[in-house]
Every structure is written in structure tokens, then in C-alpha cells.
């Protein structure tokens, strides 16, 4: 019989109740500090294992291009700079011909 989805294994669970009385046992809180303080490298491994290896973010923005544009237009202009105006005179002849 297996397992529900997302519950511990029974051993991973026995073990981590057995690390958190070890742990209050030891000190708690205050031992950690006392490690902080004599072994730096020690506690910095033990805060490695902490911190995720990756971070994943989906980050969506909305902007508006020509606002963004038009604002950056003032901002040089308010500093007596120009914005170079590269925009052809004359459309661009397409490359495609017709049969």
C-alpha cells in the first residue's frame, strides 16, 4: 500500500523528530549562536543547505512603449540632449517581388 501524495516517509519523519529534540537538547536557538559565533564555516554549510539552489519566477510586465518613449524624450530634453531621430525618410522598398 503506498503513501498519500505529499506525505513523509515515515523514516524521514521519525528523523527529523528526532534532529528537532537533539536540537532543543542542545541548546536550540542558543547553540546555533554559540556555532555561529565559534565555527562560522560550520554554521555557513548549515545555512547552504537551507537556501534553495534555484529560484523559478514568471515575472510579466505591461508597458507602454511610446508613454516609456515620450518620458524619456522630456528627461533628455530636460537635460538639453537630443534623441537621434532614425527613422527612414522614405520606407524601406520591399524585397519581395511579385510574379
Same mark, same amino acid.
Given at each position: 500500500?503506498?503513501?498519500?501524495?505529499? +506525505?513523509?516517509? &515515515?523514516?524521514?519523519?521519525?528523523?527529523?523528530?528526532?534532529?528537532?529534540?537533539?536540537?532543543?537538547?542542545?541548546?536550540?536557538?542558543?547553540?546555533?549562536? *554559540?556555532?555561529?559565533e565559534?565555527?562560522?564555516? +560550520?554554521?555557513?554549510? =548549515? =545555512?547552504? *543547505?537551507?537556501?534553495p539552489? +534555484?529560484?523559478?519566477?514568471?515575472?510579466?510586465?505591461?508597458?507602454?512603449?511610446?508613454?516609456?518613449? *515620450?518620458?524619456?524624450?522630456?528627461? =533628455?530634453?530636460?537635460?538639453?540632449?537630443?534623441?537621434?531621430?532614425? +527613422?527612414? &525618410?522614405k520606407?524601406?522598398?520591399?524585397?519581395?517581388?511579385?510574379?
Open positions: 500500500m503506498s503513501r498519500k501524495v505529499g +506525505t513523509q516517509n &515515515a523514516i524521514t519523519k521519525n528523523m527529523k523528530d528526532v534532529l528537532e529534540l537533539a536540537f532543543n537538547r542542545s541548546g536550540g536557538v542558543d547553540y546555533l549562536c *554559540r556555532v555561529a565559534n565555527d562560522p564555516k +560550520t554554521f555557513c554549510a =548549515l =545555512l547552504s *543547505r537551507l537556501v539552489n +534555484t529560484v523559478q519566477l514568471d515575472v510579466k510586465v505591461a508597458m507602454d512603449l511610446g508613454l516609456a518613449m *515620450r518620458e524619456s524624450q522630456q528627461n =533628455l530634453e530636460r537635460l538639453n540632449q537630443k534623441i537621434i531621430d532614425v +527613422t527612414p &525618410a520606407p524601406a522598398k520591399s524585397l519581395i517581388t511579385k510574379e
